[in-house]
Nanobody, 123 residues
């Protein structure tokens, strides 16, 4: 599975961005997918995850109520709608997938990773 993340850019605080992750190769099968992010100078952290059916996504507390994860299994894509962005959301955002159908917040449990897309939120 190859993952390609896109949609990052520069946005003012309070604005919105939509990230996309396109899967190719063996595609996503029925595994869970997730977004992680790495703020400047910090470790990579969990943002959101979704299982194959799209039901009951899981979010980090820091983004709950502002970000929405979704996936289209026909188009083999996953998205992250980010609203009410703050400078603390500035990071490189990575999409990831795993073979297991269950959601995980652990990076080590994701087998495939995209290259990352930079989101910069100005104050």
């Amino acid at each position: 599975v190859q993952l390609q993340a896109s949609g990052g850019g520069l946005v003012q605080a309070g604005g919105s961005l939509r990230l996309s992750c396109a899967a190719s190769g063996r595609t996503m099968n029925n595994g869970a997918m997730a977004w992680f992010r790495q703020p400047p100078g910090k470790a990579r952290e969990f943002v959101a995850a979704i299982n194959w059916s799209g039901g009951t996504p899981r979010y980090a507390d820091s983004v709950k109520g502002r970000f929405t994860i979704s996936r289209d299994n026909v188009k083999h894509t996953m998205s992250l709608q980010m609203n009410s962005l703050t400078p603390e959301d500035t990071a490189v955002y990575f999409c990831a997938s795993r073979a297991d159908i269950n959601i995980s917040v652990r990076q080590s449990e994701y087998h495939y990773w995209g290259q990352g897309t930079l989101v910069t939120v100005s104050s």
